[in-house]
T-cell receptor, first 113, second 113 residues
């Protein structure tokens, strides 16, 4: 079955620790995205990648980093510099950035205490 | 600036019809998307409009007026499982970050028996 997987579903970390969220897709999509969702807020774009070995900052990139070494994978690292890391993180992909729709993974809920 | 507005919450009765409105002001326009998101889950694609008019897909229809910066999602024959948040998202113009989606905050729909 084709799709996007994110792991883990729930993640708990202590303040000051970096944490990496996994995102894998087997849809053969070129573009991948990371969003953050907070209660009462729309999805906000953190980083996106249109092609392997290239990525761009979104609207709220500070305190986050990404890599795109393989077409299938786009991991997100939440660093200790991110002031409010507790959130629901969603990964998405699309065939092209100009494609009609983005497909979303199931999300990772990160709690930092 | 770029802005997408939709009502925060709506309530409707099972079997009824509900219309969820979305107004947008963006620097470019290359399509409007509606997504459904159940609590704690990934958004799933419902509809896409790029030209003015109505797109019908089963119980769901979506309308777009580009001149008015306005769209609505119409849900007919409401079912309890339609209780979810409905996200309106606009894609800006082609090229670079302009192809990315800008999301509204979502409308939480509660369907009552």
């Amino acid at each position: 079955d084709g799709g996007i997987t994110q792991s883990p579903k729930y993640l708990f970390r202590k303040e000051g620790q970096n944490v990496t969220l996994s995102c894998e897709q087997n849809l053969n999509h070129d573009a991948m995205y990371w969003y953050r969702q907070d209660p009462g807020q729309g999805l906000r774009l953190i980083y996106y990648s249109q092609i392997v070995n290239d990525f761009q900052k979104g609207d709220i990139a500070e305190g986050y980093s990404v890599s795109r070494e393989k077409k299938e994978s786009f991991p997100l690292t939440v660093t200790s510099a991110q002031k409010n890391p507790t959130a629901f993180y969603l990964c998405a992909s699309s065939f092209r950035t100009a494609a009609y729709e983005q497909y979303f993974g199931p999300g990772t809920r990160l709690t930092v205490t | 600036g770029q802005n997408i507005d939709q009502p925060t919450e709506m309530t409707a009765t099972e079997g009824a019809i509900v219309q969820i409105n979305c107004t947008y002001q963006t620097s470019g326009f290359n399509g409007l998307f509606w997504y459904q998101q159940h609590a704690g889950e990934a958004p799933t694609f419902l509809s896409y409009n790029v030209l003015d008019g109505l797109e019908e897909k089963g119980r769901f229809s979506s309308f777009l007026s580009r001149s008015k910066g306005y769209s609505y999602l119409l849900l007919k024959e409401l079912q309890m499982k339609d209780s979810a948040s409905y996200l309106c998202a606009v894609r800006g113009g082609y090229g670079g970050s302009q192809g990315n989606l800008i999301f509204g905050k979502g409308t939480k729909l509660s369907v009552k028996p």
